[in-house]
């Protein structure tokens, strides 16, 4: 229940949002305005910032307003400028700061409106009825605006003396006077920040705040990121992908991450030619050298390494190294699931139905494969990482030049962004991907002539790989 809760503030309450609050009895709507958290551990905190920022860099460079669309980030999201924080789940209550907004209420019986300065103000006058006899009822409508600020509806006379003083509703709508002198009251108005016209809406409708959050299945293996930001030049990345194609034997694979880099293929050359050397020395000749060498040349990881690299670098056809990134972060995230902590595969399922129905195995194996997947097994204790990481206003697409990406106010001497991590279960269901290519061409979406070149496994799953990058 505990973590629930937690789970719960990341998506409805975050810093920013109205949101319902009863206390005593009464409800208000009240202004989330800040968490009081702590250090998020025991997650690969790494990873997580580095995919929120590339996030907010996509955001970023998807607004035509560029740098200027998003607010109140650093400008790297990582481990340097960036703390990942979950709010305090002992004292739920205290880890969210709230205060009563709009601070705008309105008699029931005489329309009279009562604007509070602030907070205390409101504390001390919560329970004083109207002269009428009447009680105040706060009026939960909030003005707002796509570049993200937002403040509680404060209708106001024109008149510069009368200001906030004598405003009365009339009727149930958002039609307010000055008693003192007959005007209508102001409601719009504009944006103080970028000019615009702002927007009246319920402060509890969910159209003027929209989250930005992320799931991800948790990387314990932080060996894996150390390589990955070692290697330069999309080396890491294609190692990865490398490893997927089985182009290089998971001992090595396993070697290199434990390394953390990849033996440069100079340093290896420079053994080489002293090893030649040697051979020269002892009258070795030139053919049995070369022979040798080539031998050592094979088995030396390295080169194998590199050569996996090569053929990653021939089959995919992308521009920039970056767009590997992703599918390298969707590998390890599959690696992860294949090897969770605690797997049911199909077969072990029989073998447990067999035990429950007197000897009668059933074939899930057969229906899988007839179903058209390859493999499907349930993975349980898998890590997955929610995380919350900013908020737009009225708009959620970044296409709308005023719209900005909004980070959390900080809370320590880092920016931040929350998180929590759960350990769920799923069911991971692979699809044989030759029942996609028959599925695809069947149903007219690619012809004859786009189909892999090379039909073996290895071919095939390039194939996909090559139309992800693609895309
Ligand atoms: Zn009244
Ligand atoms: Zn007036
Ligand atoms: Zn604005």
Redesign the pocket.
């Given at each position: 229940m505990m973590s629930r809760g937690v789970h719960q503030a990341l998506y409805r309450y975050l810093p920013g949002s109205w949101v319902d609050f009863t206390q005593n009895g009464v409800s208000y709507a009240v202004r989330v305005d800040s968490w009081n958290s702590v250090q998020l551990t025991n997650i690969n905190n790494k990873r997580l910032l580095r995919v929120a920022n590339q996030r907010v860099m996509d955001f970023r460079n998807a607004s035509p307003a560029g740098p200027m669309a998003v607010v109140g980030f650093p400008n790297v999201i990582n481990e340097e400028n960036c703390a990942v924080l979950t709010p305090k789940v002992s004292e739920q209550i205290g880890a969210i700061r709230t205060s009563v907004n709009p601070l705008l209420f309105v008699c029931d019986g005489c329309g009279k409106v009562k604007q509070y300065y602030d907070y205390s103000e409101f504390r001390r006058n919560e329970h004083k009825r109207c002269e009428c006899g009447s009680h105040f009822k706060q009026l939960r409508m909030i003005s707002f605006?796509?570049?993200?600020?937002a403040v509680g509806l404060s209708p106001f006379c024109a008149t510069k003396e009368h200001g906030r003083k004598y405003i009365v509703r009339r009727g149930s709508g958002l039609d307010f006077v000055c008693s003192k002198c007959g005007k209508n009251a102001v409601i719009q108005r504009n944006?103080?920040?970028?000019?615009?016209k702002?927007e009246i809406k319920a402060a509890l409708d969910s159209a003027h705040y929209f989250p930005f959050t992320l799931s991800l299945i948790d990387l314990l293996d932080k060996r894996k990121d150390i390589f990955l930001e070692n290697e330069t030049n999309g080396q890491g990345e294609k190692i990865v992908i490398g490893q997927y194609l089985a182009l290089l034997p998971k001992s090595e694979y396993k070697e290199i991450i434990e390394n953390g880099k990849m033996t440069q293929n100079d340093e290896f050359e420079e053994l080489l030619r002293k090893k030649a050397e040697q051979f020269r020395n002892v009258g070795i000749d030139e053919v049995t050298i070369s022979t040798l060498i080539e031998a050592e040349r094979k088995v030396n990881a390295g080169v194998k390494a590199f050569a996996a690299i090569g053929q990653v670098e021939q089959g995919l056809s992308y521009t920039s190294n970056d767009e590997l990134k992703p599918i390298a972060e969707e590998i390890l995230e599959y690696d992860e699931l294949v090897h969770a902590k605690v797997i049911l595969s199909l077969e072990d399922a029989e073998c447990d139905a067999e035990i429950v129905n007197d000897g009668i195995k059933p074939d899930y194996v057969g229906i899988a494969k007839a179903l058209g997947f390859s493999n499907v097994q349930i993975c349980s204790s898998v890590p997955i990482v929610f995380a919350a990481y900013g908020y737009t206003r009225k708009e959620r697409e970044p296409s709308n030049e005023?719209v900005k990406l909004h980070g959390f106010p900080q809370e320590m001497e880092k920016k931040n962004i929350y998180a929590t991590r759960l350990e769920t279960e799923g069911v991971l269901f692979e699809l044989d991907r030759r029942k996609v290519l028959n599925w695809l061409l069947d149903n007219g979406l690619i012809q004859n002539d786009d189909l892999p070149q090379d039909m073996s496994d290895y071919g095939i799953k390039m194939w996909f790989l090559d139309i992800i990058v693609r895309h």
């Open positions: 605006c796509e570049c993200g600020y944006c103080p920040e970028c000019h615009h702002l005023g």
